[in-house]
């Protein structure tokens, strides 16, 4: 993975290309900007970096307020980071001090005092700073001023919509379009936690289910329905159907995750897990019994083969 480095353990280098956001998901407007920041790097043999912020900075400026969730983990977005070839990813504590920093402080203090900087890359868009005063001119001031170079990467869209990661939270959580948010990250969303033990229902009609704990609570859960995914267990990648709900049919009344692996008949409880969401299939909703149900996952079954026969999953690369 990028290595991550919080900022108190920086060592300052001022031959570094740097971008600063918080790149929660790592999205296909992100990385126009973190290839940017690769590109630079490589061209003048420089450390690439992407300076971010745990946790936040919606849940310190706006607290109780916000309810914000996450599309990835520093250790995700550390590892799509790495995928895309950067260096390190500098983590500043997001706190309430921090927040307090206009953005002449920020770039002065913490990205040249601290951090170094000679090529510093800006979406068109950016602000940043107390109370987002901070602009681009704001950058190409200070580094005429200080002595870096400043390049800003214009709009990304998929489509006719403009990727954000406001934008990717409301495909995944509200409509549960998951064709269009691996249009947005380009890859599958992805969820990773540990398998627990469920109550075997599953099992008893023919679909056993390994029930998931999210290691982050503050993760994104896709909208309740069915879905189409592929599963890594023990570095292997499986092809499986996942529920969201709260099983009706069972007088259900808290929300689960259920797995059913295709063709699988391992002992995984207590393993890691990843699920990647390729596509939904329907909403959740009651059966009129067993019987009932097992005619409707034996179809979601084929509907998910026909999905994943066409599909292959993310592969991260292996960690540094």
Known sequence: MAEIIFLKDVHRNKNTVLTVGTFDGVHAGHKVLINTVVKFAHQNNSRSAIVTFDPHPREIINPGKSGIKLLSSLEERSELLSDLGVDEMIVIPFDRDFSLLNSEEFVRNIVWEIIGVSNFIIGYDHHFGRDREGTIETVQRLGNELG???????????????????????????????????NFLERYYILN???????????KIGYPTANIQVHNPRKIIPKRGVYAVWVRVNGEYNQGMMNIGVRPTFDGDSETLEVNLFDFNQDIYGQEIQVQFVERLRNERAFDGLEELKIQLSADKEAALNVLKNSSPNIAKQAK
Do not use: C
């Not at 390049?151 to 406001?166: A, D, F, I, N």
């Not at 936690?193 to 099992?203: N, S």
């Open 148 to 182: 870096f170079k400043s390049h800003v990467v214009s709009r990304q869209e998929v489509g006719s919509k403009t990727v954000s990661s406001t934008a990717v939270r409301r495909a995944i959580q509200n409509e549960g379009d998951m064709r269009l948010t691996a």
């Open 193 to 203: 936690g540990t398998i627990v033990h469920g109550d075997k229902r599953g099992k």
